[in-house]
């Protein structure tokens, strides 16, 4: 019966939909009535709420609903959604300003004498548009009131020039700051999540294992990410779109005409371009730099951006006014200072001590306070000049509350969808299709592309998405990262914009196209701009690289960058360095027998084994590297010939799952029918044959598991255990040979901080001898942190802890404090004395053989990767790795 409510729910959605109901009410209407009309029927026709449900009932729908809600509006850790309000917000004030026309108009001047220039200005601003309002409607309709009357006058094909200015506006789907990266950003991380429990559930099923490694999990993604990682795919559609443009001007003239400027390129002319452009691109860069770089979080550059676009927006409004400009450049001075400030006398306000400091936070504090004038003074402008501010603002609001109930009302509907076992019959079809996980991804993909006919992008990222993709990020054999999945999911919605018949993109150009362009020429135009996007789709896909690549990069490169150490990194750190250690073989050893020459006999005996001991594991390095080769190549030469096997074997082990999952469903449906007071003897016959049935498919799909299957895979098992045990050792083995390396050189370069405390324990001495013991105490105290933060001191901490717990006895012993003092101050003369000639004869040769190992056998024990090496990994990680035959 559940099928039955499943089919209702789906059928409701679409009339809803059909009829004109808005989606914030047709979602979660449809979900209410299914899952009332479940709840009413299993109660007066079976006696439980809840017997119609695949998955809880209506108690628990309810209780995801509330769940859902709370996640969006009050979980402080799910804050990506905030940006949404400060990038719409940019977006429209950018657009009411007219920024648009002023782009499109220069643009259309600077590259019209170009074979198809007009077209490439309008793909050029559509670009710039989408980087900055983001906003399909409102570009296409700007650029089809603008440029297409323009196109025409200059005989311009009719299909080539709404073709290319619906394709541009829509360019704002993919190029961030876009709203629909954001969504899918936030879906996303919840997909992941269930991704990340679904594959730890399936290695603990087919290892045995309870703990499965990080570096086999599901990745996630964030709105940064996203952004990060659909800038690439965004500029390579730009440039396909304009290639295309002047491919066919070059092949065709007569189809996009150069258009000769009237007015001179002389400086006036260079000066209006300049003062026309920069703005919008000052904006694109600081709110994408920013993310970018690091330097703010998402939410950070939204407000970054919501704030640049006032104060644009206050300077365009008076345009050829006198002191037009003046917010501007207030803004943009205070600015300037700040900056200078923070990079020639950072700031701490906890921190003041010298005069420049009060300079420097006296200068930052006049110059933020004349940003915030500029910024009241634009603001102002925009809500005076024709009530701009306030238009911008209703909005904003009406907007952000769209997006939001639809995500709530979407939450509703995905918990109905799974309450009727719609996840799992979703989850069943994809995965019983023949071809793995690319056709699983080209069927998703033609759905969201049919969806993009009828429905909006934030439908399809909080309806399909939500479903689907936890089914694809779970597959450990494509092992695609979410960042990919988003941006492949973007583009694909980014193309069904432009699908006749139904495309939004269409409809807003035909609303401002005149009536001498015809629908079927504007069909004609896209289907051009369709194909590309399709190849840019498959290039993509084909290139993970070109998604994955930038954010990895930003994230190693960062402030806050994993350390080499992070289990995540070891597969690629060691693909890139293992083969470097035969080239530098002999180097490395040179370096090591340069350091054994080193005269350790004065060093403490357990320091002097410790460097001994590092010494003979450096040089065990290369064995362990080449053992590493070794089992890598035996799990390599055994893969062809198991791999075929693994496959067929876990596909009938996730059949015989499937059938096993729905024995408990039909058992549970049988207890049901049993406990009330009339059963139905019939529907339980039924239900037991159903069993019996499906327990006779379960006894045949394992017959038909190969006989071999349990010989191969304990071989093949073998192997893998073999490389991990050989990777594990010499991870293992160079983290000790570098470690005690490290240690000592700290305890050398800190002798001088030793000495210092010299005078500080004699001191102490005495005043322990004269003073009250109570008085002492604290004294010790404070002089036992000082020591501490000296490297090796710890044998003389102890002593004088010791003092100060003589002192704190509740017989205070003078005396006994004394004694232990006096035996503090012997053993840092000891120190003292060895560390002195240490510094002289040991430190300089220690720290060239530091230096030699440092990015090879000592790399995975610095803080973050060197510049190189992180580029090197970024290349690595960037590829999608196949950890299939782990599971």
């Not at 730890?200 to 993604?221: I, L, N, Q, R």
């Not at 049919?450 to 993709?469: C, S």
């Not at 105290?781 to 717990?805: F, L, N, Y």
Request: proline fraction near 5%; charged fraction near 20%.
């Amino acid at each position: 019966m559940e099928i039955v409510f499943l089919v209702l729910l789906i059928v409701l959605m679409a009339l809803a939909l059909g009829m004109g109901f808005p989606v914030a009410f047709a979602l979660p209407g449809s979900a209410i009535l299914s899952i009332g009309a479940a709840a009413l029927c299993g109660w007066l026709l079976a006696g439980d709420a809840s017997a119609y449900f695949a998955q809880g009932g209506p108690v628990e729908w309810l209780t995801a609903g509330v769940t859902n809600f709370r996640g969006v509006y009050w979980e402080v850790e799910r804050d990506t959604l905030i940006a949404i309000p400060l990038f719409v917000f940019m977006g429209i004030m950018l657009q009411r300003s007219k920024i648009a026309e002023d782009l499109l108009v220069c643009m259309a001047q600077l590259f019209g004498p170009l074979p198809g220039g007009l077209g490439i200005s309008v793909v050029f601003v559509g670009a710039l548009l989408a980087a900055t309002t983001g906003i399909v409607g409102a570009t296409v309709v700007a650029m089809g009131l603008i440029s297409l009357p323009a196109m025409m006058r200059n005989n311009y094909s009719n299909p080539l020039a709404t073709g290319t200015i619906a394709a541009s506006g829509t360019l704002g789907q993919i190029i961030p700051p876009s709203i629909v990266l954001i969504i899918l950003a936030d879906q996303l991380a919840s997909a992941v999540d269930q991704a990340s429990t679904g594959r730890k559930a399936y290695f603990k099923e087919t290892t045995g294992e309870f703990s499965m490694p990080s570096e086999f999990d599901a990745v996630s993604t964030s709105a940064g990410d996203m952004f990060m990682g659909a800038f690439v795919p965004g500029l390579v559609l730009v440039a396909v779109y304009m290639i295309f443009i002047f491919l066919v001007a070059l092949a065709r003239p007569k189809l996009a005409p150069p258009v000769h400027y009237e007015g001179r390129y002389d400086g006036v002319f260079a000066m209006r371009v300049l003062f026309t452009l920069v703005p919008p691109l000052t904006l694109i860069f600081v709110v994408l730099g920013s993310i970018i770089t690091g330097i703010a979080t998402v939410n950070q550059a939204g407000a970054i951006g919501a704030v640049g676009a006032t104060i644009m927006a206050g300077t365009r409004l008076r345009q050829g006014r006198r002191g037009a400009s003046l917010p501007a450049i207030l803004a943009s001075g205070s600015v300037a200072v700040m900056l200078t400030i923070a990079l020639v006398a950072p700031i701490n306000i906890k921190s003041i001590h010298t005069d420049t400091d009060r300079l420097a936070v006296t200068l930052a504090t006049v110059a933020a306070v004349v940003f915030a004038v500029s910024l009241v003074w634009a603001g102002w402008r925009t809500y005076k000049i024709e009530d701009t501010l306030r238009s911008v603002m209703i909005e904003t609001a009406k907007t952000t509350s769209l997006v939001f109930i639809i995500l709530l009302g979407a939450a509703m509907l995905t918990a109905a969808f799974r309450a009727f076992g719609g996840e799992e019959l979703v989850k069943d079809f994809l995965l019983d299709l023949p071809g793995g996980f690319w056709m699983q991804f080209f069927i998703v993909m033609a759905v969201i592309f049919i969806l993009g006919f009828f429905l909006d992008f934030i439908e399809i990222a909080v309806v399909v998405v939500p479903i689907v993709a936890p089914i694809l990020l779970l597959d450990p054999e494509a092992n695609v990262t979410a960042v990919w999945l988003g941006v492949m999911i973007g583009l694909n919605i980014q193309t069904s914009f432009l699908t006749p018949p139904f495309g939004f993109a269409l409809f807003y150009l035909r609303g401002v196209a005149p009536p001498s362009v015809k629908t079927i020429q504007m069909y004609k135009g896209v289907a051009a701009f369709i194909a590309l996007q399709l190849l840019v789709l498959v290039i993509v896909a084909n290139s993970p690289k070109l998604v994955n690549y930038l954010p990895t990069r930003v994230s190693l490169l960062s402030d806050t960058a994993p350390p080499p150490v992070n289990p995540r990194l070891q597969y690629c750190i060691e693909e890139k360095l293992l083969p470097e250690y035969a080239a530098r073989k002999d180097a490395l050893l040179a370096a090591i027998a340069s350091a054994r020459g080193l005269d350790l006999s004065y060093l403490p005996a357990a320091m002097r084994k410790d460097l001994l001991a590092a010494y003979d594991r450096a040089e065990r390095t290369f064995e362990l590297v080449a053992e590493i080769d070794r089992t890598a190549a035996e799990v390599e030469k055994a893969d062809p010939g198991y791999r075929p096997l693994h496959q067929e074997v876990r596909a009938l082990q996730r059949q015989i799952a499937k059938q096993e999952a729905a024995i408990k469903r039909e058992e549970a449906d049988i207890g049901r029918l049993q406990r009330l007071e009339e059963p139905d003897a019939a529907r339980i016959s039924e239900l037991q044959a159903d069993v019996e049935r499906l327990r006779a498919a379960i006894e045949t799909e394992r017959a038909s598991i190969p006989e071999q299957w349990e010989a191969e895979h304990a071989a093949f098992r073998k192997l893998q255990k073999a490389e991990d045990a050989a990777r594990k050792a010499y991870r293992t083995n160079v983290d000790q040979a570098y470690a005690p390396v490290v240690e000592v050189l700290a305890v050398i370069d800190d002798t001088d901080a030793l000495a210092a405390l010299e005078p500080l324990l004699r001191e102490l001495r005495g005043q322990v001898e004269a003073d009250a013991p109570e008085i002492n105490v604290e004294r010790l105290g404070e002089a036992s942190s000082t020591i501490s933060a000296v490297e090796g001191t710890s044998d003389i901490r102890r002593e004088v802890s010791q003092a100060r717990r003589a002192l704190r006895a509740k017989t205070p012993e003078p005396a006994k404090a004394v004694e232990h003092m006096d035996t503090a101050i012997a053993k840092l003369t000891v120190e003292l004395e060895w560390r002195r000639r240490a510094v002289e004869k040991l430190g300089p040769g220690l720290h060239a053989y530091r230096s030699a190992i440092a990015d090879s056998i000592g790399l995975r024990q610095q803080r973050t990767l060197p510049r190189d090496r992180a580029l090197e990994v970024a290349d690595c990680s960037a590829a999608h790795r196949d950890v299939s035959l782990h599971f």
